[in-house]
């Protein structure tokens, strides 16, 4: 948990953790946050919350795995603070030496796939890499009793830029104690390198099985379809017989139909 020191540095700051609420419109979340900066709340209690406790009393022991297996880490529990924003900092868990980035670690549960717990905190992340005024950021994961995971994330200046304004806005709220207006949430950026294995996914496998069975079925209609439309004498309006009818429109396309039904 956060130390009195800790405490005091980030008062009245946003913080890579209540930047998240803002990134995803959580209406209720946003709004006790400005509460909570306004003094009209207390910083909220997570004494009891399991999976906040379970991550921080994994948390040392995730870092300390880190630097065993990648680089020495520094700067744990870190307040830092933004270079030129003064209302906007970060906590950091730890700092990679040598890759000279954040390293933000987590506990979940073993079931999640892990692009999806990376879009979740991709704005911890960022808000930490814009802090730090670096491109990169270790994401250390324990997934159940696993060992940990590391990914690293690539820093998003498109992405970055509209935290920024998300949170410029939400101060405003805060310096003119105005209750917040309701947010839409912001996508996380987009990986076109991302490779994902869909193996472990029940409904991407049936569908696979289905599409599998029938494009043998769609490639013989399709190269039908081509042959049928071919025969349609340049001057007809409409051809039919066996059950089908191909039509001409006004702009001179060719519709394939049942007798009763379209087929394509």
């Given at each position: 948990m956060l130390t009195p020191e800790q405490r005091a540095a980030r008062q009245g700051k946003l913080t890579a953790s209540r930047i998240a609420c803002l990134v995803q419109g959580e209406r209720a979340a946003i709004y006790r946050l400005w509460q909570e900066m306004i003094g009209l709340e207390a910083e909220e209690d997570l004494s009891r919350v399991w999976a906040v406790q379970l991550g921080a009393a994994t948390e040392q022991l995730n870092l300390d795995w880190y630097a065993g297996k990648n680089n020495p880490v520094t700067q744990r529990g870190e307040v830092v603070a933004h270079p030129t924003l003064d209302w906007a900092c970060a906590t950091l868990d730890g700092f990679d030496e040598i890759l000279a980035c954040p390293i933000e670690v987590k506990h979940v549960g073993g079931f999640e796939p892990v692009e999806v717990i990376i879009d979740r905190y991709q704005p911890q992340m960022h808000w930490q890499m814009e802090c730090t005024e670096t491109r990169l950021c270790a994401l250390s994961i324990?997934?159940?009793?696993?060992?940990?995971?590391?990914?690293?994330?690539?820093?998003?200046?498109?992405?970055?830029?509209?935290?920024?304004?998300?949170?410029?806005?939400?101060?405003?709220?805060?310096?003119?104690?105005?209750?917040?207006?309701?947010?839409?949430?912001?996508?996380?950026?987009?990986?076109?390198?991302?490779?994902?294995?869909?193996?472990?996914?029940?409904?991407?496998?049936?569908?696979?099985?289905?599409?599998?069975?029938?494009?043998?079925?769609?490639?013989?209609?399709?190269?039908?379809?081509?042959?049928?439309?071919?025969?349609?004498?340049?001057?007809?309006?409409?051809?039919?017989?066996?059950?089908?009818?191909?039509?001409?429109?006004?702009?001179?396309?060719?519709?394939?139909?049942?007798?009763?039904?379209?087929?394509?």
């Open positions: 324990i997934r159940g009793a696993n060992e940990p995971i590391v990914e690293y994330i690539d820093f998003d200046d498109a992405y970055a830029d509209t935290l920024v304004e998300r949170g410029a806005q939400f101060m405003k709220f805060v310096w003119t104690k105005t209750p917040p207006v309701e947010l839409e949430p912001i996508a996380p950026p987009i990986d076109p390198t991302r490779l994902i294995d869909m193996t472990g996914n029940n409904t991407w496998a049936a569908q696979a099985a289905t599409w599998m069975e029938c494009k043998p079925a769609r490639d013989r209609a399709e190269e039908a379809s081509k042959v049928l439309k071919s025969l349609v004498p340049e001057d007809a309006k409409k051809c039919f017989g066996h059950g089908i009818q191909i039509t001409r429109d006004r702009a001179g396309r060719l519709s394939l139909r049942l007798a009763q039904g379209i087929v394509t």
